[in-house]
């Protein structure tokens, strides 16, 4: 999607700006010392809400836009938050990549992911959309083992099974009220898993800033090549909520960046949720939408299962942290 991945894991670094996808953080960790679990739960919860907001205005110029169009618009905004962040941490060397072959298909997920959600945010309410969305963890956790030959235990595949569940719910396929407008949304949380994991694959030593960069360029490149099918003349007005939504969408990924500086990964990553509940409040201000109880039950079960994952792997985590210790102590 157009923003931050949610976590099937606690991230490790800072991802695609916020590193729950694996990028190498081009940003130092904050040591013991220097942590401060609150400021980055602000950061977090700022960040996701600045991104929130950028779905919003870009749901809002979809009803009259093309996608193509308003996506090439609003990366260029979105580039100029990124400049900041490459003078921040030392200049353009950190742009060099190592995995060319990698960045090129992470862009490429990118792009038909963002592209399948913005499909998704033009038919569907703005919640709607975003609960679909978080199904993006537990295609990661489903498809680690077939393509990271990670192994999942049974506990995280029953957690997959009552989140995918949980879409079922939200989709509720009987009858004439079947939601395939979700499909988009749906298809695009599996391209972003994807990405993810070919992010951490084939991606690891490259800066989460390049990363981004390179990302962000190929949607705006890619939008900017269907000006010939038809782009309409953009008024004053709503070039300037392009731009609003680049730079809110910047500064978000900025935060989320500031977030694995302050709090580790594993004390942040379940706010990354607040998606849906700025998506909620957002969606009733603007447009009087509020999720029904196909939706809200859905997303509860999608949320639940997705945070059930986050702490198994914390465990998990430590446990073989644990053992790594007891070994090398024995040596």
Not at 123 to 133: F, R, S
Request: aromatic share 8%; net charge positive.
């Amino acid at each position: 999607m157009n923003r931050v991945p949610l976590p099937s894991a606690p991230p490790r670094v800072p991802l695609d700006a916020p590193g729950t996808d694996g990028a190498r953080p081009s940003v130092g960790a904050g040591t013991a010392s220097s942590l401060s679990p609150t400021r980055g739960i602000v950061c977090m919860i700022g960040g996701v809400a600045l991104a929130s907001m950028s779905d919003a205005i870009m749901k809002w110029l979809s009803a009259g836009y093309p996608i193509g169009e308003i996506l090439s618009v609003r990366g260029v905004f979105f580039i100029a938050p990124i400049l900041l962040l490459i003078r921040r941490e030392g200049g353009f060397a950190i742009l060099r990549v190592k995995s060319k072959g990698g960045q090129a298909w992470r862009a490429l997920l990118t792009v038909i992911s963002i592209f399948m959600f913005m499909e998704g945010l033009r038919q569907m309410a703005l919640a709607d959309a975003t609960a679909v969305t978080l199904t993006q963890p537990l295609f990661v956790t489903a498809l680690a083992p077939l393509l990271l030959r990670e192994h999942v235990g049974w506990r995280r595949w029953l957690a997959v099974a009552i989140g995918f569940a949980g879409v079922v719910v939200m989709i509720r396929p009987t009858g004439d009220a079947i939601a395939w407008a979700a499909l988009w949304p749906l298809g695009a949380a599996l391209l972003a898993a994807l990405r993810d994991l070919v992010t951490r694959r084939n991606t690891l030593a490259d800066s989460s800033v390049a990363t981004l960069l390179y990302s962000t360029l190929a949607t705006a490149l890619t939008g900017l090549a269907t000006l010939p099918f038809g782009w309409l003349s953009i008024s004053a007005f709503d070039l300037a909520l392009m731009a609003c939504a680049g730079l809110l969408l910047g500064v978000g990924h900025y935060l989320l960046i500031e977030t694995f500086r302050w709090a580790e990964a594993a004390v942040v990553a379940p706010f990354l949720y607040m998606f849906m509940v700025w998506a909620v409040i957002i969606g009733y201000v603007v447009w009087g939408d509020i999720p029904d109880q196909w939706v809200a039950g859905g997303a509860v079960l999608v949320i639940g299962s997705g945070l059930y994952i986050l702490r198994r792997e914390v465990r998990l985590r430590a446990r073989r942290r644990a053992a790594e210790s007891a070994d090398r102590r024995a040596e």
